[in-house]
């Protein structure tokens, strides 16, 4: 891994670029002469390669000064803007961060995530609303919120919103239950079934109610609730059948403990975003908890896909 270039030694090195004269450079730099010149002599020994050509009248740009000249205005315009965003959350302090999410979004991509982020500001104070995406969606547009992570039905929701994964539901079942024995799901008779399902006031529940319908079957819930955790749980005591994406399972279907079958012949896929309110940017922090989030989500879902 190379070192990273000195900012300090890329500013003098553009100035000179730009006058063509270390002696002017200096005077613009307020610098003496002697400390520029060593500043471009460490900078080419880094670089390993020269930068000028030089004699005894005047300086020019070689092939590799010229390629770097075309990068240093805008490596320098990095520079600052990190360290306008680093400044602005220097006095963070006490702040809160209000994330709003889902019951699978706080139980499996929040806390990771959060992990990471309070390693870079422990004294951000973080506040977490769970709820359906319907409600997220509300909490968000209400200001309730500075980012709500949540499955929705498009990831094209505007400039808003992050797009961060994409994941599939799929019938959950204990491994003594017929359709495991049988090594495969049967949706005709689903009416038979006993569907354990999340909330019906949520997304996830239209999204596999309009589904079923689709294939002329009306979903009849036979227990509701908002946790996955529970849902597991649930199916483990043979109680009933889940619906949950394959990811939210993984540990009990390679423990022998759930088995996983797809819903039809179609696949039934949710999209997951981070939206923020559309009257205000992302800041710094929730740029990173978003990136955080996003690498989460789809280390998660990717897992599933080999």
Known sequence: MHDPLDARQLLNFLEIANVRSIRKAAKNLNLTTSAVSHSLKRLEEDLGCRLFDRDTRKISLTY????????????????????????????????????GATSAACQYIIPVALRELKESFPNVNIQITQGTSYQMVNAVEENKVDIAIYPSRSLALGNNSVPIGTDTLQFIVNPLHPWAQAGKSDLSKINVERVIVPDSQGYTYDLVDEYFRNYNTTLTPFIEISNEEVIKKLVELNIGIGILPKWVVKKEEKAGTLRTFPLGRRQLKRHWIVAHPKNKELNFVESIFTGLAKSVAQSLFIDMLH
């Open 64 to 99: 590799a000064g010229q390629r770097l000249m075309a990068h240093a205005d805008d490596l320098l315009g990095n520079l600052t803007s990190v360290r306008s965003l680093v400044s602005e959350w220097s006095e963070f302090g006490q702040k809160i961060l209000r994330i």
